[in-house]
């Protein structure tokens, strides 16, 4: 049966995130050693985040590279996982098609756009209940998992394991964030980027579509929030 409810959630972030940055910061323009600096931070937040501001503004991005986040993802598209999954330096651990056999109607997400036409929605449901069938047929006759999955439709539910660093996280909220990616990938970076937020608020003003930071449009086509760069 359709899965259409997407879950994400945050499973690691370092409780001394802040910490971390700023001491990479300093280590950067300081004579101090970095060991020195980390065991003696006496500064306060709003002087760690006008530095960590001022070095990231500069592009100097190494700094935040340290950070390591893990989100666990439920009831994602093998079609949004294929995009994500493209993404550099970032970690996924999958549920596999090969080892995982599904059961009966297996879990499936209906884009929003068919599920809009009721009429493209009942031939959808029909399908996918028919790919269902014949899969248990294949499975039932001594098909492997792995062969028998040839035939799973892009809308299979999956889950998944997702590690990147703070840099990529900025980068994919850049690139996905954006109204020109596709909806469920949108909203599932959307939600990655909110529970990072909530433990970071500092981190708002830059887990935003690209821009946002660059302040003019670099699609071929602008969904006109912001100008064209020669606009």
């Not at 879990?107 to 009942?122: G, H, M, N, Q």
């Not at 299979?156 to 954006?178: D, F, G, Q, W």
Request: net charge positive; with cysteine.
């Amino acid at each position: 049966m359709p899965k259409t409810i997407l879950e994400v959630s945050l499973i690691s972030i370092p409780d001394n995130l802040l910490d971390v940055i700023y001491t990479a910061c300093r280590t950067c323009y300081s004579p101090e050693g970095a060991v020195d600096i980390y065991e003696n931070l006496t500064d306060d937040t709003e002087k760690k985040l006008n530095l960590i501001r001022k070095v990231i503004s500069s592009g100097h991005y190494s700094t935040i590279e340290h950070i390591q986040v893990t989100f666990a993802i439920n009831n994602i598209s093998r079609a949004a996982t294929h995009q994500l999954v493209r993404h550099r330096h970032m970690s996924f651990s999958q549920k596999s098609q090969r080892y995982v056999k599904e059961k009966g109607e297996f879990d499936f997400i209906v884009p929003s756009a068919i599920e809009a036409k009721r009429d493209l929605y009942d031939k959808f449901l029909i399908h996918m209940r028919e790919t269902a069938n014949l899969y248990q047929e294949f499975i039932e006759n001594g098909i492997k998992g792995e062969d028998a999955r040839a035939i799973l439709p892009n809308a299979t539910a999956s889950s998944m394991v997702v590690s990147l660093n703070l840099r990529e996280l900025i980068h994919l909220a850049n690139l996905r964030l954006c109204t020109r990616a596709q909806l469920e990938i949108r909203l599932a970076v959307k939600r990655m980027c909110a529970l990072v937020e909530e433990r970071e608020p500092w981190l708002k003003e830059h887990l935003v579509p690209k821009c946002e930071r660059l302040g003019y449009c670099d699609e071929e086509k602008s969904c006109g929030r912001k100008k064209k760069k020669n606009g």
